[in-house]
């Protein structure tokens, strides 16, 4: 019922919360009258996720940010006198999560002359050149057309970003945030990155139009490809 009435959402949320609903299905605690479900009970069930079931801390922390307002929805319903789920999730799981350091000029350097030198991903050097010194996420690049590109005042107009969720249709979606959507300074090398990029695209039989958006820069077929494309040369380096 909490999900059917959050209306208006992305649909990378609808998916998330999808996946909530196919862990509660599979798991006993998800087939409890909530009226018997007790803070001790809410505790042990999400040890079990990271113990047994050995998902990650941020994964639980997605999992019970659904089934947390869902039991609040039940308290305002006056269905329930508490919510279970109200307690801090780091006083119960072990945070086993990972901090990510950023990449120090050196790797950078060693990075995009990796690249540019061999011979299977020098093709998309200018690509990870334009990522790394602009700060687009990938799915933002993989959205933009030359209209997105102003040459005269030199900057990136970010409106949007090229997503493909579990339903496997590609679609436009608005940015992350609502900051998202920005004008990004381009520096000389990254004008002559995409100048190159524009130069090279070659000319597809059939021209994708997503959500009456064409002329994409990327032709790459999926974002998720250019994921690939770093994990490999990551390990190839």
Not at 111 to 126: C, G, M, P, S, T
Not at 172 to 186: F, H, L, N, S, W
């Amino acid at each position: 019922k909490y999900v059917s009435l959050k209306i208006g959402v992305r649909e990378s949320t609808k998916t998330g919360y999808r996946t909530v609903l196919r862990i509660l299905e599979k798991e006993p605690f998800g087939h409890l009258p909530i009226d018997k479900v007790r803070v001790s009970d809410a505790k042990t069930w999400l040890i079990k996720l990271q113990q047994e079931d050995g998902r990650g801390y941020s994964s639980i922390h997605c999992i019970r940010g659904v089934v947390r307002p869902a039991f609040q929805m039940a308290v305002e319903d006056e269905l329930l006198r508490k919510n279970p789920f109200c307690f801090e999730l780091h006083t119960v799981l072990v945070n086993d999560g990972k901090t990510r350091d950023a990449i120090t000029r050196k790797q950078e350097r060693d990075f995009l002359q990796f690249v540019k030198e061999d011979n299977h991903y020098r093709k998309y050097y200018e690509g990870f050149y334009i990522l790394l010194n602009t700060g687009l996420r990938i799915s933002e690049f993989c959205a933009l057309t030359p209209a997105d590109i102003d040459f005269k005042n030199r900057c990136i107009h970010v409106t949007g970003q090229l997503v493909r969720p579990s339903n496997m249709i590609t679609c436009i979606e608005p940015t992350k945030t609502a900051a998202g959507i920005r004008d990004v300074p381009m520096s000389d090398e990254v004008v002559e990155c995409f100048k190159n990029v524009m130069k090279n695209r070659k000319q597809p039989k059939v021209e994708p139009i997503i959500d009456g958006k064409a002329g994409f820069l990327s032709l790459i077929r999926m974002v998720g490809l250019w994921l690939q494309c770093i994990g490999n040369i990551t390990s190839s380096m």
